[in-house]
């Protein structure tokens, strides 16, 4: 256990349906982060966000949508998503600034299948 | 762009082996360097980071990592492999700048550990 929960681990869902990924960092970090890991390919940083404001959008297309609602809690809404968007999402967060680690802890993902 | 290269995309080794698994990276500027591993069915966790000061790191479970700035490499090893390292690893790189705290990671090397 990380102290990054995610949820639901797996999910499986059509490309005409909408659905959200939560994170939960009990760690009382300041910075949280959404990543893409596909086969094959290295792990891609999606957004990034520093005391609840959104800092880093890295071209990932508008039908994923973050949202930060307080600095613990982390969405990623989904809708209309492609085949190409299966794979395991991660979530990550970090203590950023004065006395921070910087090292980012990772959440356990969630395994995404659109069909 | 910086980009971060682990040229060993799959490494097979017999217990007690000596590991070394290179990581080069592109940007010029200061950096902070991770090694992450996945093992299988979890999620990512530190092995080791380097920050500043000596170049050579220790990590858990008798991992270390030395960091060559003129080369660009910060290459992981450790002298004795055991089946339980079986796992994939990720180099990553943090750019020390304002463009945010944005790791990148190479590609990820699987180690498979033969008994």
């Known amino acids: 256990e990380t102290g990054v929960t995610q949820t639901p681990r797996h999910l499986v869902m059509g490309m005409t349906n909408k659905k959200s990924l939560k994170c939960e960092q009990h760690?009382?970090?300041?910075?949280m982060y959404w990543y893409k890991q596909s086969a094959k390919k290295p792990l891609e940083l999606m957004f990034v966000?520093?005391?609840?404001?959104?800092?880093e959008n890295n071209s990932v297309p508008s039908r994923f949508s973050p949202e930060c609602p307080n600095s613990s809690h982390l969405f990623l809404h989904l809708h209309t998503l492609q085949p190409e968007d299966s794979a395991l999402y991660l979530c990550?967060?970090?203590?950023?600034?004065?006395?921070?680690?910087?090292?980012?802890?990772f959440g356990p993902g969630t395994r995404l299948t659109v069909t | 762009a910086q980009s971060v290269s682990q040229h060993n995309h799959h490494v097979i080794l017999s217990e007690a082996a000596s590991l070394e698994l290179g990581c080069n990276y592109s940007y010029g500027g200061t950096v902070n360097l991770f090694w992450y591993v996945q093992y299988p069915g979890q999620h990512l966790q530190l092995l080791l980071k380097?920050?500043?000061?000596?170049?050579l790191v220790k990590g858990i479970k008798g991992f270390e990592a030395e960091f060559i700035k003129s080369k660009f490499s910060f290459n992981l090893r450790k002298p004795s492999v055991q089946w339980s390292d079986t796992a994939e690893y990720f180099c990553a790189v943090r750019r020390y700048n304002n463009a945010g705290n944005m790791l990148t990671f190479g590609g990820g090397t699987r180690l498979m550990v033969k008994p």
């Open positions: 966000y520093n005391f609840k404001e959104q800092t």
């Open positions: 990550a967060s970090s203590q950023e600034g004065g006395g921070g680690s910087y090292e980012q802890y």
């Open positions: 380097y920050f500043s000061g000596d170049p």
């Open positions: 760690l009382g970090h300041n910075a």
